[in-house]
């Protein structure tokens, strides 16, 4: 299954992995977290337990800028 290894230390996503959070043991200062079915988890995100997976200050800044250029070319009418 599709696994995000996590630093402990500082809650960021630092590889993508396949494993099995509950059998595979993670090394030390690190652990194992499985990612959902459709959610593109990349390096550089951060998890947390009580929010989940948490998308980088840079990944969230391309996705409005995509998102806000997908509107003004919805509303272009020329």
Same mark, same amino acid.
């Given at each position: 299954?599709?696994?995000?290894?996590?630093?402990?230390?500082?809650?960021? #996503?630092?590889?993508?992995?396949? =494993? %099995?959070?509950?059998?595979? !043991?993670?090394? !030390?200062?690190?652990?194992?977290? =499985?990612?959902? %079915?459709?959610?593109? #988890?990349?390096?550089?995100?951060?998890?947390? !337990?009580?929010?989940?997976?948490?998308?980088?200050?840079?990944?969230?800044?391309?996705?409005?800028? =995509?998102?806000?250029?997908?509107? #003004?070319?919805?509303? %272009?009418?020329?």
């Amino acid at each position: 299954m599709r696994c995000a290894l996590i630093e402990t230390a500082s809650r960021h #996503v630092i590889n993508i992995i396949e =494993a %099995d959070p509950a059998t595979d !043991k993670p090394a !030390k200062g690190t652990e194992i977290v =499985a990612i959902p %079915d459709g959610l593109e #988890v990349v390096a550089g995100w951060s998890y947390s !337990k009580a929010r989940g997976f948490i998308p980088s200050v840079e990944q969230r800044s391309a996705e409005e800028i =995509a998102s806000v250029a997908v509107e #003004v070319e919805a509303l %272009d009418f020329s």
